[in-house]
């Protein structure tokens, strides 16, 4: 109907008007269409605000059509004068959102990294997929932050979202949250905290089956990003078979990255699946997802001795951790050097220990991994310590105003 409508300016007044309705009915893809609908002819702020709410919509809906380009679009006209720091810092976060959607974990957290003008809201975007990458004590902190700050400061009405997101993390530990009621005058506010409440419930009880229900009544819903984490947290607890034609759903459809590493994990059957599922995992940021996986296909020497090099860098939520294995934590603390890229002589140098000592630490460590020396380790475990990826284009990384992050060399062998 917009496409009708007869004048650029009424369009833009009703594509606006839509968008507000449309959030406060939870209609995502009507949020999503609305955003589209307002053109090049519309004012500076006004696009920077399509462009933001746009993303958001497509991040929730997993109907990701070009974030990058829209994103790329909006920057420039924020490098133009357009828009203030609200509005700014929502485009931000909905760039945030769409790289969590699409499974590139790393690039979202380097935005995280940035100053934030609406704290609250931010955090509360990190918190969604927070037990992904930190143990699952910070990422209930990185909720519990985001409730404080909008208790204070809640310009986007974030905090429900933010209060479901912090009793999922206490569920996730065993620990039950008050109930909150749910306002009575925003039924899409009011439907998605009951999402949330039911999925923490499916956590406090360690339920599958339940979380698999919760999964695709959110999807009913249209809030296809909430139902897939419900999926994975499914995976996680061991319902791979019963989710995993979900899953590919989304991988297939829409082509979504976070979906597709997803899938890989819900149809692991043998135990290289399960370590291809924890590299996937690993190189999309999530080390703490990828450690799960990993987890559930340990069943020589060499696999709980790559679990003992992952609890270096990772700390699941499911499964008992730290492991144990055939090495000492010297051998470890050694080993994982090696990965890193240290030579023997710089090894001995950091640990204070001869380099014969060292020859010996990494000559016991291979004979009890079953590991044919140096390159067989790195063929099997070197992407435990690949560097993070450099930031893409846009990230808090190499943005204006924003904190430059860098990634530490290693010493070349």
């Not at 709410?53 to 059509?65: D, I």
Request: proline content about 5%.
């Amino acid at each position: 109907g917009l496409a009708r409508v007869g004048t650029p300016a009424l369009r833009t007044r009703l594509g606006l008007e839509l968008l507000t309705l449309s959030g406060l009915s939870g209609d995502l893809e009507g949020v999503v269409h609305a955003a589209r609908s307002i053109g090049d002819d519309a004012d500076d702020d006004t696009r920077l605000l399509a462009a933001a709410t746009r993303l958001f919509g497509e991040g929730l809906t997993l109907s990701l059509q070009d974030p990058e380009g829209t994103y790329r679009l909006a920057r420039t006209l924020v490098e133009a004068g357009a828009g203030d720091a609200l509005l700014i810092d929502r485009l931000e976060m909905s760039r945030a959102l769409t790289d969590l959607a699409d499974g590139r974990l790393l690039d979202a957290r380097h935005r995280f990294a940035g100053d934030r003008t609406a704290l609250g809201p931010w955090l509360t975007v990190e918190a969604l997929l927070a037990d992904a990458w930190a143990p699952v004590v910070e990422a209930e902190s990185v909720a519990a932050e985001a409730v404080a700050a909008l208790e204070a400061f809640d310009p986007l009405g974030n905090l429900p979202q933010a209060r479901g997101l912090l009793a999922l993390r206490r569920a996730q530990q065993g620990v039950a949250s008050d109930p909150v009621p749910p306002p009575e005058s925003e039924p899409g506010v009011a439907a998605i905290q009951a999402i949330m409440d039911d999925r923490a419930d499916a956590w406090l009880s360690r339920s599958p089956a339940a979380l698999v229900d919760v999964g695709r009544r959110a999807v009913a819903m249209g809030h296809r990003l909430w139902g897939l984490c419900c999926f994975i947290d499914a995976v996680r607890l061991g319902a791979r078979d019963e989710v995993a034609a979900d899953v590919e759903q989304f991988a297939v459809a829409g082509g979504v990255g976070l979906a597709r590493v997803a899938a890989i994990h819900a149809r692991a059957a043998t135990v290289d699946d399960h370590w291809a599922a924890a590299r996937a995992w690993w190189a999309a940021g999530a080390t703490s997802y990828g450690a799960e996986a990993a987890l559930a296909g340990a069943v020589s020497d060499r696999d709980r001795a790559g679990l003992q090099l992952l609890a270096t860098s990772a700390a699941p939520t499911v499964g008992d951790w730290p492991p144990t294995g055939p090495w000492t934590d010297r051998q470890v603390g050694v080993v994982r050097r090696v990965l890193d890229g240290a030579t023997n002589q710089a090894i001995a140098d950091e640990l204070f220990i001869s380099r014969r000592t060292v020859e010996n630490h990494l000559h016991a460590a291979y004979s009890a991994a079953g590991l044919e020396g140096r390159d067989d380790l790195r063929d099997r475990f070197g992407w435990i310590a690949e560097p993070e990826s450099e930031p893409t284009a846009g990230t808090a990384a190499n943005r204006p105003g924003r904190p430059t992050m860098s990634t530490p060399t290693s010493a070349n062998e």
